[in-house]
């Protein structure tokens, strides 16, 4: 069977993205909110509902297997039909942003960029827990000025825009698939750790060149090398983040963030810097 010329191009692009890089479906749902309601956010058209206000009932029908692109999921499929212009459905649509402009049916290059994007990573589900304490103006003040970009760290010498955490998975101390995931990160050490309060309220405090966002009492979960600027924990054989991080069985709202190195000179004379912290609420 011939393979579908877009899907050739997809799959290429996954092939080549980073095995920790991390567009979660969080990114992606919305644009199909938009663009998809409501033949599949309440009616279910071919069986999927990606834009169902339930985000997490959007992501399992996405991940159900395609009659279009048959051995792939719905979620890539609706790429394909977004691309080839037959999706949204008798919208007029060719599929190539340029010469869809003007019509509001059709999915703009940005839009169409951050599917692209979350199909490239691996199709992750929605994130966990909730993103505090960034670099990019709204927290405390970055040491040196030296702002991240929106819902980051601060900027480093390697990256501009600054570490990002976020997380994936179940948050459940009985069935743990928490998994934490640091992107825009130099490829040097990264330290995750946890902790039981957040730093000056939340907005964190001056700490090596970026900001420390966690505090209290602190657990160190593991210390990872990133690769293509990213590190996940647990990595494989890794304990799970309840274990490591001593979860009590009734679960608990535990903070967590990413100290990594920054060998250059660039901002404080310590060569370190940290992501923006996360609040994630465990059950039991």
Partial sequence: MQMHPLLTTTLGLFLASSAFAQTTFSAAHPV????????HSSFGSGGLNLASSNINQSYASSQLLSYYVPGQTKGLASLVRIQDGSMPQSAG????????????????????AVVQAWINDGQLGPST???????????APCPCG???????????????????????????????SLVLRGSQLPNSSALYFQGTSQ????LGASFGDGLRCVGGATIRLGTKTSVSNASIVP?????????RGAIPP??????????YRNVAVFCQPESFNLTNGLSITWIP
């Fill in 32 to 39: 199909f909110q938009a663009s998809c309601t409501p033949c």
């Fill in 93 to 112: 649509c060719t599929g190539d942003p340029a010469l869809d402009v003007g019509n509001a049916s059709c999915l703009t290059a940005s839009e169409q």
């Fill in 129 to 139: 827990g909730t993103r505090y304490c960034f670099g990019d103006g709204s927290g």
């Fill in 146 to 176: 030296n702002s991240g970009s929106a819902q980051s760290g601060c900027a480093s010498s390697v990256v501009a825009n600054g570490g990002r955490l976020l997380a994936t998975g179940t948050a459940r101390v009985t069935s743990d």
């Fill in 199 to 202: 730093v000056g309220g939340g």
């Fill in 235 to 243: 990595g494989a054989g890794d304990p799970s983040i309840s274990v």
């Fill in 250 to 259: 009734s679960g608990g709202t535990r903070y967590y963030q990413v100290l």
